[in-house]
């Protein structure tokens, strides 16, 4: 312990005396377990987001404090919070829910930026790219209780199962499942229902299977679906006539195709089926017939402009309707007659090998 003053001591001596006291920390560290407040806590784990080259996004500063306190705060208590704290603050001020960051007055001295996936791709070499690829395609992370957790999640584990990774900051792991998750063709990560799975247990993986050997997806086994372009025609030129309106537009908007063979036809179309994983590319397959065109309205004006090349995204601030100009419906389905049961039963026959679709 430092030696105590003396009576009649100089405050000059008294320097000399005791040791220099330590910098004061940007969020003064409590004295006793009662002094921690919520408050401290969330300014602590954004200093720690900042040592670990993550940007503190509202997202990820819950899910860590779920991870510290077993409390999912909402955005509305977070940002109270962080309004609180010394030395902090939130950037949009005016951030819808957790469209905002927390940015602090000081970043810690060993802080040198936010590691971005630009950062990633540029430093990760190809011994560690195939040992992260290799661990994710495993998988095995727990599930994540939110959509918006779920790269923290993957991130987490990651640190935790690949050795050569493990003196990587949290930012850069986070950098490197993002990377991982983007719809380039990678193949290492993909998503079923909202969460983040190895590309071979995915949605889009299941969706590219079927579009090449000509399977419906999502469709359950007691549902009826779409199998022919005869069928699938009739089915859009009848709905089509239909429609009236001031100018005659015989249109519907394509995200709402799916939902009107369900209603009115009591079917499910999935655009597998016919080659395509994308719904906008069936409507615009030369099979389906030149009657039907695809176009992309903004407001209550058509563009003149053809549809774009790149279809898995629609222009900002256009629709696209699929329209109909013909006068009479397509010629209506006739589905082949069913085979007779002891034809079943007999199996395929030397004349007639089995044909793979």
């Not at 306190?69 to 819808?96: C, D, M, W």
């Not at 709905?239 to 079917?267: C, N």
């Amino acid at each position: 312990p430092p030696p105590e003053r003396e009576v009649g001591c100089s405050p000059a001596l008294t320097r000399r005396l005791l040791p220099p006291p330590p910098p004061a920390p940007a969020v003064p560290p409590p004295k006793k377990m009662t002094d921690v407040t919520p408050v401290l806590i969330v300014a602590w784990a954004v200093r720690s987001l900042y040592v670990d080259e993550a940007l503190p996004r509202g997202p990820l500063i819950q899910w860590l404090l779920l991870q510290l306190v077993g409390i999912k705060f909402s955005h509305y208590q977070i940002k109270t919070y962080l309004e609180s704290a010394p030395g902090v603050r939130v950037e949009p001020h005016n951030g819808k829910k957790f469209n905002w960051v927390a940015v602090l007055d000081q970043p810690p001295s060993e802080w040198k930026g936010f590691v971005s996936e630009d950062d990633i791709r540029a430093e990760l070499d190809e011994d560690l790219l195939d040992e992260a690829s290799m661990c994710l395609a495993r998988g095995g992370w727990p599930k994540a209780d939110d959509v918006a957790h779920k790269y923290y999640v993957v991130a987490s584990w990651l640190q935790d199962v690949c050795p050569i990774l493990k003196g990587w900051s949290y930012g850069r792991l986070l950098s490197i499942v993002k990377c991982s998750a983007q719809t380039n063709g990678s193949g290492v990560l993909g998503h079923r229902n909202g969460l983040l799975v190895p590309y071979a247990s995915s949605e889009d993986c299941e969706r590219r299977v079927n579009a090449v050997t000509g399977r419906p997806t999502a469709v359950a086994a007691d549902e009826q679906y779409v199998h022919t372009w005869d069928e699938l025609r009739h089915c859009l030129s009848e709905h089509l006539l239909k429609q009236t309106g001031p100018s005659m537009f015989r249109a519907i908007e394509v995200s709402k195709v799916k939902s009107m063979f369900r209603s009115t036809f009591h079917r499910e179309l999935s655009e597998t089926v016919f080659g395509h994983q994308n719904l906008t590319k069936l409507l615009t397959d030369d099979r389906i017939g030149p009657e039907f065109v695809l176009e992309a309205v903004a407001g209550q004006k058509p563009s003149s402009k053809p549809p774009r090349k790149d279809l898995n995204k629609e222009p900002s601030g256009h629709t696209y309707v699929l329209k109909y100009t013909g006068s009479v419906a397509a010629k209506p389905y006739t589905p082949p007659p069913a085979a007779p049961p002891a034809a079943l039963e007999e199996g395929p026959s030397e004349e007639s090998p089995i044909q793979l679709q």
